[in-house]
């Protein structure tokens, strides 16, 4: 089997290319990704992408692979920066690294390989099984890590050529390993935030794209100004830090983006904002629609998993229904369904 992995230069990739290579496969590559805007981004900070190739090249270097760079900037810009500058705009809160699975790594890059690998090995956590001729995504075994959430727009063809190595192992287990093997990249710090902007804070980023309008932050329950805003664009619901406001805690609830108005609540009236139904559109089922109408539902990345119950609307609208509710429902998120392990799919809130 000729595969193609893909590597960052982080842990997981890293462990996830020499367990290919323990398991006695041969016939490798090793792909990095340079979607990296340092260019266009230079005047706000420096990319940390020759870092994160340096330990790339090494990891490669010590497993006896080639390594080769791949420069998807143009498609990147075009397919997942520009989407996500659009849904800020809109005052919508925009899931980048979702279109970046699916239109870079599992989609740009396979265009560009074309046939001539059988599989793209990523150490993204999360399993593929077959089944009846179809390719189930499932839940990685360690719930803090799993990844499912960012994957849950992949298509069957897409599924049919990946692998996830580490996608059975919990983070710990990932770590001892990169430690058993030398691995170069085996104390490296977990990498955070939207790829494409490295060590870039997100604001400067937004600020040299939407620029600043100053607006109102409005106490939700009482109608009272509270203080100033830059850009409802700065701004999700469910955010409490970055409001610059005294004798809180407070957290967004609403946005008026017509008037540029931030509606805000303080964390002991915050449950009244609580929503437990929301719709949803455009949804994107991986192997089959719901064989059900009771799920689990995540409304984001993170471990959180709700029961909930989905209706299907006109238009191919969705009704979900929680079992609770949540403050941090937002529009321009993807809510994400699991039947058990199953990830089933997602559609964008509205």
Same mark, same amino acid.
């Given at each position: 089997?000729?595969?193609?992995?893909?590597?960052?230069?982080?842990?997981?990739?890293?462990?996830?290319?020499?367990?290919?290579? +323990? /398991?006695?496969? #041969?016939?490798?590559? %090793?792909?990095?990704?340079?979607?990296?805007? =340092?260019? $266009?981004?230079?005047? *706000?900070?420096?990319?940390?992408? +020759? /870092?994160?190739? #340096?330990?790339?090249? %090494?990891?490669?270097?010590?497993?006896?692979? =080639?390594? $080769?760079?791949?420069? *998807?900037?143009?498609?990147?810009?075009?397919?997942?920066?520009?989407?996500?500058?659009?849904?800020?705009?809109?005052?919508?809160?925009?899931?980048?690294?979702?279109?970046?699975?699916?239109?870079?790594?599992?989609?740009?890059?396979?265009?560009?390989?074309?046939?001539?690998?059988?599989?793209?090995?990523?150490?993204?956590?999360?399993?593929?099984?077959?089944?009846?001729?179809?390719?189930?995504?499932?839940?990685?075994?360690?719930?803090?890590?799993?990844?499912?959430?960012?994957?849950?727009?992949?298509?069957?063809?897409?599924?049919?050529?990946?692998?996830?190595?580490?996608?059975?192992?919990?983070?710990?287990?990932?770590?001892?390993?990169?430690?058993?093997?030398?691995?170069?990249?085996?104390?490296?710090?977990?990498?955070?935030?939207?790829?494409?902007?490295?060590?870039?804070?997100?604001?400067?980023?937004?600020?040299?794209?939407?620029?600043?309008?100053?607006?109102?932050?409005?106490?939700?329950?009482?109608?009272?100004?509270?203080?100033?805003?830059?850009?409802?664009?700065?701004?999700?619901?469910?955010?409490?830090?970055?409001?610059?406001?005294?004798?809180?805690?407070?957290?967004?609830?609403?946005?008026?983006?017509?008037?540029?108005?931030?509606?805000?609540?303080?964390?002991?009236?915050?449950?009244?904002?609580?929503?437990?139904?929301?719709?949803?559109?455009?949804?994107?089922?991986?192997?089959?629609?719901?064989?059900?109408?009771?799920?689990?539902?995540?409304?984001?990345?993170?471990?959180?998993?709700?029961?909930?119950?989905?209706?299907?609307?006109?238009?191919?609208?969705?009704?979900?229904?929680?079992?609770?509710?949540?403050?941090?429902?937002?529009?321009?998120?993807?809510?994400?369904?699991?039947?058990?392990?199953?990830?089933?799919?997602?559609?964008?809130?509205?």
């Amino acid at each position: 089997m000729k595969i193609a992995a893909l590597l960052s230069g982080g842990v997981d990739s890293s462990v996830a290319l020499r367990l290919l290579r +323990e /398991e006695g496969h #041969r016939d490798l590559t %090793a792909y990095y990704l340079k979607v990296w805007l =340092e260019d $266009e981004l230079s005047h *706000l900070g420096g990319c940390p992408w +020759e /870092e994160d190739l #340096r330990f790339a090249r %090494a990891v490669c270097e010590a497993a006896g692979v =080639e390594l $080769e760079i791949i420069p *998807l900037q143009t498609e990147y810009y075009r397919t997942v920066v520009a989407y996500a500058l659009s849904e800020l705009k809109a005052g919508r809160t925009p899931s980048p690294d979702i279109f970046c699975n699916q239109r870079i790594k599992f989609g740009a890059f396979l265009e560009q390989i074309g046939e001539s690998f059988d599989r793209v090995a990523t150490g993204h956590y999360a399993r593929i099984r077959s089944e009846d001729g179809l390719r189930y995504l499932l839940r990685g075994v360690d719930p803090v890590k799993d990844q499912t959430y960012f994957l849950s727009h992949l298509s069957q063809g897409q599924l049919a050529r990946i692998l996830f190595p580490v996608g059975a192992l919990k983070k710990s287990e990932v770590r001892r390993l990169a430690a058993e093997l030398d691995l170069p990249s085996r104390d490296r710090e977990e990498s955070q935030g939207i790829c494409f902007l490295g060590k870039i804070r997100f604001d400067e980023f937004v600020r040299s794209h939407l620029g600043e309008r100053k607006g109102p932050i409005i106490e939700r329950d009482t109608g009272r100004l509270l203080g100033e805003h830059r850009g409802y664009w700065f701004h999700t619901i469910g955010q409490r830090k970055g409001l610059g406001l005294s004798q809180g805690p407070w957290f967004v609830v609403g946005k008026d983006v017509e008037s540029n108005v931030i509606y805000v609540a303080h964390g002991r009236s915050l449950s009244r904002h609580a929503r437990s139904v929301f719709r949803a559109a455009d949804p994107s089922w991986i192997a089959r629609p719901p064989g059900r109408a009771d799920l689990e539902v995540k409304l984001r990345h993170s471990e959180k998993l709700y029961r909930c119950r989905l209706e299907e609307e006109s238009g191919g609208r969705l009704r979900v229904e929680l079992e609770g509710s949540d403050t941090g429902v937002a529009p321009g998120q993807f809510a994400v369904f699991y039947e058990g392990d199953i990830c089933l799919g997602g559609a964008r809130i509205i």
